[in-house]
T-cell receptor, first 116, second 114 residues
Framework: DTGVSQDPRHKITKRGQNVTFRCDPISEHNRLYWYRQTLGQGPEFLTY????????KSRLLSDRFSAERPKGSFSTLEIQHTEQGDSAMYLC??????????????FGAGSRLTVL | AQKVTQAQTEISVVEKEDVTLDCVYE???????LFWYKQPPSGELVFLIR??????QNEISGRYSWNFQKSTSSFNFTITASQVVDSAVYFCALTIFGNEKLTFGTGTRLTIIP
């Protein structure tokens, strides 16, 4: 198992463009999470999936953001009409667990977005 | 709402010294979980420990130890005989029972000087 993979690792785009990030979780993990981390801050929760169902979305996830996890495997996070404030590291994590909240997350290395 | 405070933004110690990273949390829930994660320069957050709110036993794992005190809402992390490889940003995090959302602190950047 190669862990959680994220692609691309770095993305530079111009304001107004759309970007898409991909996350491949650990294969047997049923839960997948997206977090956003800005410089000097801790990760902030965006959304999570149990299998293919998106069960929770943060208020941080504006209408310009959409996440999918078709077939309960990989996930994509798309940002439409990017703004400079979207510049951040987008972290994906996965876990195998229940709904207790005690799940240990395995994180990927992140996708760094820079919006010019 | 939950909150995690890591008041120490940056700490530098000389190699082999002991260092304690502070974490204070806020929650109204009685059942919750506390975590520590390490983020090395590569950027990938690495799980270190999980504690539930009913288990106040301190834990030791090699050079790492954790002190959980509900009376002060603290979950502090001590590294004994620090090594250069311990240099990283360390995050304390909290989640409540039945909730998948982790609330992270702002992290403490630890630099071990050789």
């Amino acid at each position: 198992d190669t862990g959680v993979s994220q692609d691309p690792r770095h993305k530079i785009t111009k304001r107004g463009q759309n970007v898409t990030f991909r996350c491949d979780p650990i294969s047997e993990h049923n839960r997948l999470y997206w977090y956003r981390q800005t410089l000097g801050q801790g990760p902030e929760f965006l959304t999570y999936f149990q299998n293919e169902a998106q069960l929770e979305k943060s208020r941080l996830l504006s209408d310009r953001f959409s996440a999918e996890r078709p077939k309960g495997s990989f996930s994509t996070l798309e940002i439409q009409h990017t703004e400079q404030g979207d510049s951040a590291m987008y972290l994906c994590a996965s876990s195998l667990g229940d709904s207790s909240g005690a799940n240990v997350l395995t994180f990927g290395a992140g996708s760094r977005l820079t919006v010019l | 709402a939950q909150k995690v405070t890591q008041a120490q933004t940056e700490i530098s110690v000389v190699e082999k010294e002991d260092v304690t990273l502070d974490c204070v949390y806020e929650t109204r829930d009685t059942t919750y979980y506390l975590f520590w994660y390490k983020q090395p320069p590569s950027g990938e957050l690495v799980f270190l420990i999980r504690r539930n709110s009913f288990d106040e036993q301190n834990e030791i794992s090699g050079r790492y130890s954790w002190n959980f005190q509900k009376s002060t809402s603290s979950f502090n992390f001590t590294i004994t005989a620090s090594q250069v490889v311990d240099s990283a940003v360390y995050f304390c995090a909290l989640t409540i029972f039945g909730n998948e959302k982790l609330t992270f602190g702002t992290g403490t950047r630890l630099t071990i000087i050789p």
